[in-house]
């Protein structure tokens, strides 16, 4: 069974850092692009950055210059290393993975989500 499990998140101070990671484990798939989006309650579900299997990138303007997104291949490893961290920036933070599955082609698939809490 293909999954992603994410680990990293928590409560920070106000210009803290944290760093998330996604792992995609199961068998028989390739991952192609991953990405971090988040949510509040009462709100839409937000993209927050993406990563192609090249390492092509895109953020959305809130967390440009303060996020960066990286991937491991060999691990099937997404991370999100958050920096200079702001209050509006607590959400559950969720992965989302596209992968191919062998037999049953691609798919998206997503992560259980992380709490990031930032406040003083």
């Known amino acids: 069974q293909v999954q992603l499990v994410e680990s990293g998140g928590g409560l920070v101070q106000p210009g803290g850092s944290l760093r998330l990671s996604c792992a995609a484990s199961?068998?028989?798939?390739?991952?192609?692009?991953m990405g971090w989006y988040r949510q509040t309650p009462g709100k839409q579900r937000e993209l927050v950055a993406t990563i192609t299997s090249g390492g092509s990138t895109n953020y959305a303007d809130s967390v440009k210059g303060r996020f960066t997104i990286s991937r491991d291949n060999a691990k099937n490893t997404v991370y999100l290393q958050m920096d200079s961290l702001k209050p509006e920036d607590t959400a559950v933070y969720y992965c989302k993975g596209e992968l191919a599955i062998r037999n049953v082609g691609k798919m998206n698939y997503w992560g259980q989500g992380t709490q990031v809490t930032v406040s003083s």
């Open positions: 199961g068998s028989d798939f390739i991952v192609y692009n």
